[in-house]
């Protein structure tokens, strides 16, 4: 199963039965609607707080991958996700009003492909039947605690990003119809110094460049490979640094192959600056945009390589530069196989 | 010092950076500075109109017409913030409505209306000068530094 030294080949090819992808006002403009299952017309869900609001988009998203499938909520076996808010709460509340046993995770916004990966080596591992593997972000939850309140009048640079408002969700199954997952690479920790937090594609492009190098090299595939290799939320900058830095280290990644969430989600004209950020982005792009084109024959083999920022608001206010990761999963259509 | 620690970085990092920085989109400084001193000389002439006002129709005199100016100054950033405008302002005009009187109302009532989930106590009254803290603990700060040295000026030096 281990193939070199950071990768899993997943021979059992778990499938993900289902998804389950729901979104806020501002995705519903945006240049993707059809991704979502559910799009709400309110930042709050009727909730007292965003970050309760946070919670029932991940409870949603996750009812909504259980009713696609032909199984009950009690055959799953575990509930693996994460988000940005401290202590990763909003998850832990959705875990609990599920009543499933629950792996929390942290890894920022490359919690969603970090939660599929698990989930994907558990399954393959005989470890469940069943996983619900998810994550979540709300923008006015995470502005209010990794920025400034979402009134306040601060100019963001041109390099910064809009978070998702969002939860996504995939139905892992050892068995079954859907696209399944063949491999993922889990990242290292790369820290290249940079210290800017309005500026996290530009600091995370190192991380996806090192994950996509050694997920090429150690699985022993050409970039071509994939019809597309997709990036959770470099943005702008993050996606030219990434492509010009591989180009650089002789990957020969075609430029049209290389997609990014955080560029897809929301259309020319939306207020985002260098493009979308969060847990939920390369979530519910993922499992709402690109497993739909899959199943649709359009693409064959996709490399999701969710990007996230380790930071926090303390280290930055202790000048702390910010720690990247990326983690790489590879879902390949069913119908190829057969 | 950001020169010092950039040297004690291993020099892998230190490329990479030069290179993220060439492809970095940089902040249009001439263009910011444009649209920060016209929003930023708007929201003056409108303080002017508004001084104006009450000297003529009250009875203020230019001294006493500041206080009541910018009350209503932080009153109309209080609607303009609560309804979700100024944040868009801020982000076109900068230093332009920040700079002005409404940007430390706005920086006060944003942080107000965005820890009302947190109560009104430990919410509300704890973070509600989050962001206009430092503006005051600074202020102080400096008038009184500035007064130090006017007093021991005019002492001394019999200006």
Same mark, same amino acid.
């Given at each position: ?338 | ?43 003056? /002439? &409108?303080?002017?109109?508004? !001084?104006? @006002?009450?000297? =003529? ?7 006493? +017409? *500041? ?7 932080? /009153? &109309?950033?209080?609607?303009? !913030?609560? @309804?979700?405008? =100024? ?7 900068? +230093? *332009? ?63």
């Amino acid at each position: 199963m281990l193939a070199g030294h950071q990768t899993w080949i997943f021979n059992n090819s778990p499938v993900i039965l289902t998804t389950g992808t729901v979104g806020g006002p501002f995705e519903a403009k945006g240049n993707i609607p059809e991704a979502f299952d559910t799009l709400h017309d309110d930042m709050w869900l009727k909730q007292a707080s965003f970050e309760k609001a946070q919670q029932k988009m991940m409870e949603e998203a996750c009812q909504i991958a259980i009713k696609k499938s032909s199984i009950e909520i009690e055959q799953v076996q575990f509930f693996i996700s994460g988000d940005l808010i401290n202590q990763i709460t909003p998850t832990s509340f959705a875990a609990s009003t599920m009543g499933l046993p629950f792996f929390g995770l942290f890894s920022a916004c490359a919690t969603s492909m970090e939660s599929l990966a698990l989930s994907a080596a558990i399954i393959n591992g005989n470890g469940a039947n069943y996983i619900l593997s998810g994550s979540s972000s709300h923008n006015a939850a995470t502005e209010k605690q990794f920025r400034y309140p979402t009134e306040y009048g601060g100019q963001k640079p041109p390099t910064s990003q809009w978070t998702v408002t969002g939860a996504g969700c995939a139905l892992v199954a050892k068995e079954g119809n859907g696209p399944k997952i063949t491999s993922a690479t889990i990242g290292k920790v790369v820290d290249m110094g940079m210290t800017d937090p309005f500026n996290m594609g530009g600091a995370m492009a190192a991380a996806a460049a090192d994950t996509i190098e050694t997920h090429l090299k150690e699985r022993n595939v050409d970039p071509s490979y994939y019809d597309l290799i997709i990036t959770g939320d470099l943005g702008h900058v993050g996606r030219e640094v990434s492509l010009d830095y591989m180009h650089k280290r002789n990957i020969s990644l075609e430029e049209k192959n290389y997609v990014d969430c955080g560029l897809t989600i929301y259309r020319e004209g939306q207020p985002v600056l260098a493009g979308a950020s969060g847990s939920a982005c390369s979530a519910v792009v993922t499992y709402g945009h690109f497993l739909k084109q899959m199943a649709k024959g359009e693409l064959k083999r996709i490399l999701v390589v969710a990007t996230g920022s380790l930071h926090s608001t303390l280290s930055i206010q202790q000048s702390d530069p910010i720690p990247c990761i990326a983690h790489a999963v590879s879902i390949e259509s069913g119908s190829d196989n057969v | 010092m950001a020169d010092e620690k950039k040297k004690n970085l291993p020099p892998e990092a230190q490329e990479y950076q030069e290179f993220q920085s060439k492809r970095e989109v940089k902040r249009p400084l001439l263009k910011n500075c444009l649209k920060a001193f016209l929003v930023g000389g708007f929201i003056c /002439f &409108i303080g002017q109109i508004i !001084t104006t @006002f009450y000297i =003529y129709n009250f009875n203020f005199t230019e001294q006493t +017409a *500041g206080n009541p100016t910018v009350a209503t100054l932080i /009153f &109309i950033t209080m609607l303009l !913030t609560g @309804f979700g405008f =100024y944040d868009r302002i801020g982000q076109f005009a900068g +230093a *332009g409505s920040a700079v002005p009187v409404t940007g430390f109302g706005n920086a006060v009532i944003a942080s107000a209306i965005e820890y009302r989930t947190e109560g009104f106590i430990l919410g509300v009254g704890s973070n509600m000068l989050k962001l206009a803290g430092p503006v005051i603990v600074y202020g102080v700060f400096a008038a009184f530094v500035i007064a130090i040295i006017k007093t021991i000026l005019v002492q001394w030096g019999g200006f």
